[in-house]
């Protein structure tokens, strides 16, 4: 399992082992998976909060990130762009690709879209740092899949911080996601349970 941890979001091979009790583990595994991972999207929904605002004890902010009709869910795979614009499937794309342990990949475009709307320079560059030492430089902790050449670029254009340092890489990024993990999401139980209409079965009325 520990194999699947990689930048780029390359899921497990599944070709190795067949039989009725590797079938069985695998089923039990994806199972679990499934489990945490929506686990993992309710945890994103509660704690989930507008960036400045501190969170109140009894207000809840559960109505920002209703649940999505079927309809509405089915747009997400119009475009990559409008899953992005959801509270909600964002949520759920970012649960989804820590369950791919390639969460980095969504953190970092996040962390970018904050860093663009910056206005302070000195906030532009403390940011800046921030976002280099958490996900470009090597060994960070969050380290994404970008070149070499890409890396040294971000590196030089840090020093006179502007708000394009990360265009480049978060191109790269969103690229990445739009035709790696974000078909692989659309496949998901999850997103397809999601599109499913509730049927609607109609009972004899007692007479």
């Known amino acids: 399992m520990f194999l699947a941890v990689q930048h780029d979001c390359v899921p497990m091979d599944k070709s190795a082992g067949n039989g009725p009790k590797v079938e069985e583990k695998r089923e039990k595994m994806k199972r679990t998976l499934l489990k945490d991972w929506k686990t993992r999207l309710s945890y994103f929904l509660q704690n989930s909060s507008t ?10 902010k559960q109505q920002t990130f209703i649940k999505p009709s079927p309809e509405e ?23 989804f690709l820590k ?5 980095e990949n969504i953190e970092f475009w996040l962390a970018c879209e904050d860093f ?11 940011k800046a740092r921030k ?18 050449q890409t890396k040294t670029l ?5 020093q006179e911080a502007t708000s394009g340092c990360f265009t480049t890489a978060q191109k790269r990024v969103y690229s990445l996601m739009e035709n790696n993990s974000y078909p692989r999401f659309l496949e998901s139980e999850f997103y397809q349970d999601l599109c499913k ?9 007692a007479t």
């Open 51 to 60: 960036p400045g605002k501190p969170k109140t004890g009894k207000k809840s």
């Open 73 to 95: 869910a089915m747009l997400w795979a119009e475009a990559f762009d409008e899953l992005l614009a959801s509270k909600y499937g964002l949520a759920a794309f970012r649960a």
């Open 99 to 103: 369950s791919e342990f390639c969460e």
């Open 116 to 126: 663009k709307k910056t206005k302070s320079p000195q906030k532009l560059s403390s």
């Open 131 to 148: 976002i280099y030492t958490d996900f470009i430089e090597k060994e960070a902790p969050k380290e994404i899949n970008i070149d070499f």
């Open 154 to 158: 971000i590196a030089q254009n840090i």
């Open 197 to 205: 209409k509730p049927q609607i079965t109609t009972e004899p009325h």
